[in-house]
């Protein structure tokens, strides 16, 4: 009840937060980071300011980009925060609108602010921005999270015209930069090899990264960039900008540099084929851009996403994550009841927690077993599973081990009895023939009564089969033919509210089951979004499960995500690698298993069980402690990457010799963010059965001083060899 009225207090605090000479600032900031703004004497918002904490409000005012009185000549530097189309600014505008006369502009002027402290760390400010002329407002909301140097920032879009508007600009944010370089780092791929990193200098002009892929919408590039400030983005070291956007369909991020070389950078919704008709009354609320800004490089910036996540944004963020065995690369669709059995008994050997059943279990009148019918028909296939899901529920639990299953039930077959039965629920073109992607289409998420069945897959399964402990929900085609027969005149809202419909789905679910872990997956990494993981405890990264891939894979997704998020399986990809290399580099991540131990020799299946109890003995460092990425696989031919726990008493580092040259000249790794004062024993683990470890100083101990300023040598010049060396404070 205290609470409520301290909120309530705050609630409605109107708070300008510094005023200098009559300008009125905003100030928005984390532990590290400010975000000014300025209410000029036009009436509209500017930013003024976004760097490094300053330490002095005083100062504000003199501040380059502040407009008025001390720098009367600063209109050419007007850096509007939401600038809307048709007016003075002529570069990207963040909001376009068509009102009911048909007039294009709006100029947005200030009204007020309001600051909730959620709580001694969060803290949300709320901006109210309405035109001058027309009965239209736009909130501007941003929430930080000062510890962790964490900023959301989102809009809310609503007018009282008579009629419809049309949005057909409506960012998320826009933020101004003032650098004399910049450097755009995307990432960019496809289906198997997600997330290549590539970096270019921003010159004059836009750069735009976006995706019309709808749903599977991160497949050719990711919801997240990086900016180097000054140079190109390095690991420890300059200043540079993390973004990500939380939105499961199209994206856009625009970079323009304009004529006095401010980078713009607009994150939002991509308004391709997408002018919103916006009702009287109606919120168009966007999804929220999420950033950080440090001043010691990439490195220090993923930490900061990486702890935000699990504090704030992740589903069960703090909690354990379970070991499994999947069956998918196992088997692909052929299995029965008897060979699960069979494969949750290795399961049991490997020492996992549970067994993740795949595609291929579904279909009554048309059985799954290819991927060419049966998405939509979600019961057990009575020939290959007489039981059901029940009968593998129970024998999982008989076998000790947990049961988790896939589904992907966004997706429809046409060779299924729900389309026979409800051919409009899919997204189809009525006039033309339809392309399919992977043989399928994508259900019309825009359609209430689409959701209420979506639901109800998972809803049916959990009612059924309440021990299931783990659901896989899959994703694997774009949006094609797009035309929804629900939304007949209306096919610009599409798009939007399709991705809308898909969450209110995630939302249902986790609400109703709190605590059931699900996995995110779209044939590979192709969602990857901080608004869906708000609902999934982790994603799937990739299919490509090579562990020379994994390594740039993960590499990759490590900038934004947590490995507490990423998936990674030990599979029978790249089998040149040894299992040890391929499980070596999966335990950088959440660990599971896609392959048969009967394929296994003795010492290989020994060495697995060893690793998953290695695993299990220090995941909560590997979960839940800091990363260092320390060397990169993009600079040669080895990387290597350690996580430490906060305590700051046990590391664990894992090297890498990729494709070394013939004799080449190798140097030291060091490791990062030890205690120098500490003294730490270096032990080199997961080693096979039987052999010994080839670093001579393997059980010696050392400072923290001395690893982090002198290193230890852990590369070597043999192919596909790796390392897991555990460092533990004495
Ligand atoms: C794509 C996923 O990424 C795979 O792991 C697997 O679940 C298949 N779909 C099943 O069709």
Redesign the pocket.
């Known amino acids: 009840m205290k609470t409520y009225f301290i909120l309530l207090a705050f609630a409605f605090l109107s708070v300008f937060h510094s005023e200098a000479a009559g300008e009125k600032f905003i100030r928005i900031s984390t532990n590290e980071t400010d975000l000014i703004l300025q209410v000029a004497s036009d009436g509209r918002l500017y930013q003024t300011y976004l760097g490094n904490k300053l330490v002095n409000e005083s100062e504000f005012g003199k501040l380059p980009y502040t407009l008025g009185k001390v720098n009367p000549g600063a209109s050419v530097l007007k850096r509007e925060v939401y600038p809307c189309s048709g007016t003075e600014d002529y570069f990207e505008p963040a909001f376009a609108i068509c009102h009911n006369d048909g007039n294009l502009t709006s100029i947005l002027k200030y009204v007020s602010t309001e600051e909730k402290r959620i709580d001694g760390n969060v803290t949300e400010t709320i901006i109210f921005l309405k035109d001058e002329v027309y009965p239209v407002e736009v909130k501007l909301h941003y929430i930080t999270f000062a510890k962790e140097n964490i900023i959301k920032s989102w809009s809310e879009i609503s007018h009282k015209e008579k009629k419809p508007v049309t949005i057909s600009r409506y960012a998320s944010s826009m933020l101004y930069f003032d650098a004399p370089h910049y450097f755009l780092t995307e990432f960019s791929g496809e289906w198997a090899r997600e997330v290549n990193m590539t970096t270019q200098e921003l010159s004059f002009g836009k750069k735009v990264i976006d995706t019309k892929l709808g749903s599977r919408a991160g497949m050719l590039t990711s919801p997240f960039f990086e900016i180097g400030l000054g140079k190109e983005p390095q690991e420890n070291s300059g200043e540079v900008l993390m973004g990500t956007i939380s939105w499961i369909g199209n994206f856009q991020f625009t970079f323009e540099v304009d004529n006095i070389k401010n980078l713009r950078v607009i994150s939002g919704i991509n308004p391709y084929a997408s002018n919103y008709e916006l009702k009287p009354g109606e919120v168009f609320t966007t999804p929220e851009f999420i950033f950080t800004l440090s001043n010691r490089g990439v490195g220090q910036a993923s930490r900061n996403f990486h702890t935000w996540a699990r504090n704030y944004q992740l589903k069960d963020g703090k909690g354990d994550r379970m070991t499994l065995l999947n069956n998918?690369e196992a088997t692909y669709f052929s299995f029965d009841q008897e060979k699960l059995k069979e494969l949750m008994k290795e399961a049991k050997q490997l020492g996992v927690d549970m067994f993740l059943l795949?595609?291929g279990w579904f279909g009554n009148k048309y059985p799954r077993s290819n991927?060419r019918t049966s998405l939509g028909d979600w019961e057990a296939t009575p020939n290959k599973l007489p039981g059901g899901v029940p009968e593998l529920v129970k024998s999982a639990k008989e076998t000790g081990i947990k049961f988790g299953i896939?589904v992907e039930p966004e997706m429809i077959s046409v060779k299924s009895e729900l389309y026979e039965k409800h051919p409009d629920w899919a997204i189809t073109l009525p006039n033309r023939t339809p392309y399919f992607f992977r043989n399928q289409l994508v259900l019309d998420m825009s359609n209430p009564a689409v959701q209420d069945y979506v639901f109800g897959v998972v809803d049916k399964l959990m009612t059924e089969n309440p021990e299931l402990a783990f659901f896989?929900w899959?994703c694997?085609s774009p949006i094609t033919n797009i035309y929804s027969p629900y939304l007949k005149d209306k096919q610009n809202q599409l798009y939007i509210n399709h991705a809308r419909g898909v969450y209110n789905v995630f939302n249902r679910i986790k609400n109703k089951y709190p605590n059931l872990p699900m996995m995110l997956?779209s044939?590979?990494g192709a969602r990857c979004d901080y608004e869906s993981l708000k609902y999934f405890t982790e994603f799937?990264c990739s299919?490509n499960t090579d562990p020379v891939e994994r390594l740039y894979i993960q590499w990759g997704f490590s900038q934004f995500f947590p490995s507490k998020a990423m998936c990674a399986h030990v599979t029978s990809w790249n089998k040149s690698a040894s299992i040890k290399f391929r499980t070596d580099v999966a335990m950088m991540c959440k660990l599971g298993f896609d392959i048969r131990l009967n394929e296994m020799n003795p010492n290989e299946k020994l060495y697995c069980q060893g690793a998953v109890s290695n695993y299990n003995r220090f995941k909560k460092v590997i979960l839940d402690g800091d990363l260092y990425r320390l060397v990169s696989p993009y600079d040669g031919n080895h990387t290597a990457m350690m996580y430490i726990n906060e305590t700051k008493d046990k590391a664990v580092l894992f090297a890498y010799d990729i494709f070394p040259r013939f004799d080449e000249k190798l140097f030291t790794v060091k490791p990062e963010g030890l205690d120098p004062g500490k003294k730490y024993k270096i032990e080199e683990i997961n080693l096979m059965p039987g052999a010994k470890s080839s670093l001579n100083f393997n059980g010696e101990t050392f400072s923290g001083d001395y690893l982090m300023k002198v290193g230890l040598k852990v590369f070597s010049t043999s192919k596909l060899n790796s390392k897991v060396i555990e460092i533990t404070a004495e």
């Open positions: 998918w795949d595609d991927d896939w896989k899959d694997n997956c044939g590979g799937w299919d």
